[in-house]
């Protein structure tokens, strides 16, 4: 039962292509850089500088509490002090739908959004920011939802309660191959006239890099993306925003008997997790969402759904990769040069990089995904590159000070060990506890282990520590789910350090509980 499709990697890349109009004369004239923005608070000079970084926060509210906005009021305290948020993806549950920005977005976030006093008023596609919101796509941005579903899912609440799926945050629509999160996000420039479309750039792409002309980014007034993927400089920091979701392909599985004995594995696991599917929809059948108590048991039932989803969606990847999978190098070309110059550029200090997919997780559900690993070899190719071209002018630092990712729902630190690659000694921060309901540390340990099957012997080796994980827990058999973001302080010196600074609020049965955990420095 695949009641939730993922675009092919080709079709995501296309079309967000169509949606900014990429490498069209108009830009192309005018020596426009389309993946540059220059965020023009005046202040981006400052070298002591304060962010935040939320991320899979896009759902709804659970009567009578609302995780997403006890996050974000957490983040009001800091507002003020802040430059930006950077938002790690999956801004919208279950399938990135327009029909949902009004509650489990605007609402929400209503501070943070000129004419936010009535947000109601704000349409998910005219949305302007009084504070720079910085967000990348996550997987549940791009998702789709075949027609006959919809039909379903689409005419009544009763009937969506009556299939037992994904609670009701699925509707008439998907997000259209990532549609609604550019209309919400990105310079759409696709529907403008060739006339309109001059007059936008001689307004907007006013701001100016190395490369040439860019978007200039003005809170309060002006605030899209050029782009999917993208970059800027703030306070002499380089930070890059990737679009993970085009190169998470695992590698086809080998043409050899060990090969063919874990495909069948794979096989066996499908079949395995969609008899438990239809086991938990049972169970939701005979469950009345107007009932407190069986509520909740509903509420856990589809955060259960989604994470099979999730593993199925693993699965399909690795049983239909091809010879050749789908990559985006266009992209990790993009980052490879861009490195580069960043290195070579004096003024430069300092390096951050934030996308959906983590490279390294220890949470229960994504530690040993054919889509981490993807993730971490496509990351480990770009900096291998970039590590052999500028040589020495690293000083023996990580090729990036900084990776902030989303997709598992935690916070956890983590920092990579000596992999014997260019990604070796790398601060790694995961903020994706912001409003879906959290989800447990593996029982594994906090080591990460990885196995070089492209080395001789196949030798197998630490590459990473989880040094701290907020997540689901038990305690007293009490249930325990904390929400949580990151405020991170970046400090005047070179090489840069960070105050990191994790923001929780949790829920232990029916109360909340706000903290600020002991900050470290990285």
């Known amino acids: 039962m695949n009641l939730i499709s993922d675009p092919p990697i080709p079709v995501k890349i296309q079309k967000m292509k169509e949606r900014v109009r990429w490498m069209h004369p108009s830009f192309v004239q005018r020596g426009i850089d389309q993946t540059s923005i220059v965020i023009d608070d005046r202040k981006n000079d400052n070298p002591e500088f304060s962010f935040m970084v939320i991320g899979d926060s896009g759902t709804k509210s659970h009567s009578p509490y609302h995780p997403q906005r006890k996050v974000a009021e957490l983040m009001l305290a ?38 936010g006093e009535n947000p109601k008023k704000i349409s998910y596609d005219r949305m302007v920011f009084n504070l720079p919101f910085l967000p990348v ?9 075949p027609l006959m579903y919809r039909l379903v899912t689409g005419t009544t609440s009763s009937l969506r309660w009556l299939l037992g799926y994904k609670d009701i945050e699925i509707g008439w629509h998907g997000s259209y191959q990532g549609n609604a999160y550019a209309r ?16 936008h750039l001689a307004r907007h792409y006013t701001a100016k890099t190395d490369r040439g002309r860019c978007l200039r980014y003005q809170p309060g007034e002006f605030t899209r993306l050029p782009n999917r993927y993208y970059t800027f400089r703030y306070g002499g920091i380089d930070f890059f925003a990737l679009d993970s979701n085009t190169f998470n392909t695992p590698s086809p599985l080998p043409g050899t008997q060990e090969g063919e004995i874990y495909r069948r594995q794979l096989q066996k696991g499908r079949d395995e997790i969609n008899k438990e599917e239809l086991q938990i929809l049972k169970i939701s059948d005979g469950l009345n969402p107007a009932k407190p108590t069986e509520a909740e048991k509903l509420d856990e039932l589809s955060a259960k759904l989604d994470q099979i989803d999730e593993i199925k969606i693993d699965i399909e990847k690795q049983l239909t990769s091809e010879k050749m999978p789908a990559i985006d190098f266009e992209q990790l070309e993009w980052l490879r040069s861009r490195l580069i110059e960043s290195w070579n550029t004096s003024e430069v200090r300092g390096r951050i990089i934030f996308f959906h997919h983590p490279p390294y997780v220890t949470e229960a559900t994504k530690w040993h995904q054919a889509q981490t690993l993807a993730v971490r070899h496509r990351l480990r190719w770009v900096f291998e590159q970039v590590a052999e071209t500028v040589g020495c002018l690293t000083k023996e630092r990580p090729i990036v000070d900084l990776i902030l990712n989303g997709h598992a729902h935690c916070l956890e630190y983590l920092r990579t060990t000596d992999t014997g690659f260019a990604d070796s000694h790398i601060n790694c921060i995961i903020s ?43 305690y007293n058999f009490q249930k325990r789910l904390p929400y949580s973001c990151v405020r991170i302080d970046v400090l005047d010196s070179h090489p840069p350090k960070f105050i ?9 049965g029916k109360q909340w509980y706000n903290s600020e955990l002991e900050p470290f420095v990285i």
Do not use: W
């Open 432 to 474: 994706g506890g912001s409003g879906h309901r959290p989800r447990y540390q593996r029982r594994g340990g906090t080591e990460l282990m990885e196995t070089f099957a492209e080395i001789p012997d196949k030798p197998t080796r630490k590459v990473a520590d989880s040094l701290l994980f907020v997540g689901r827990h038990d």
């Open 137 to 145: 796509l996550g997987n549940h941005d791009y998702y789709d939802v």
């Open 184 to 199: 919400a996000f990105m310079d759409y420039t696709a529907a403008m006239s060739s006339q309109k479309l001059e007059s």
């Open 500 to 508: 990191v600074r994790p923001l929780v609020t949790e829920r232990v």
């Open 78 to 115: 800091h507002r003020e002090d802040c430059s930006f948020v950077l938002h790690t993806g999956d801004v919208i549950y279950v399938v990135g739908s327009q029909e949902y920005y009004s509650t489990n977005f605007i609402e929400p976030y209503r501070e943070f959004l000129v004419g």
